[in-house]
């Protein structure tokens, strides 16, 4: 899913927040997470500094199935990213 809205509304917490739970397998909001999935969470605006120190925020990740994909490491690499095309893609890594 793609969440887009104007700066400052939340949308990364919301992002984090639904990644972990999905990651832990812990109900999210109103919705049943049965059991944890793989997730991965790409970032074009923030570094993986800023990333980890939220995640901190939120007490995670405490798993392995959460896998980050940040601007910055697309950026070092000098990688774009498609995400429809196997081709085009680059590790991703892992925060906390």
């Known amino acids: 899913m793609m969440v887009f809205a104007k700066r400052g509304l939340g949308k990364t917490w919301f992002g984090l927040t639904l990644a ?12 049943a997470v049965p059991q944890p999935r793989r997730v991965l969470y790409i970032d074009g605006e923030m570094t993986l500094a800023e990333l980890k ?19 910055e ?24």
């Open 20 to 31: 972990l739970a999905v990651a832990r397998g812990e109900d999210f909001l109103s919705y």
């Open 53 to 71: 120190e939220r995640l901190d925020d939120l007490d995670g990740p405490h798993t392995d199935d959460l896998l980050f994909l940040s601007a």
């Open 73 to 96: 490491t697309l950026a070092h690499e000098k990688l774009s990213i498609n995400i429809n095309s196997p081709g085009e893609s680059a590790a991703p890594d892992r925060v906390g």
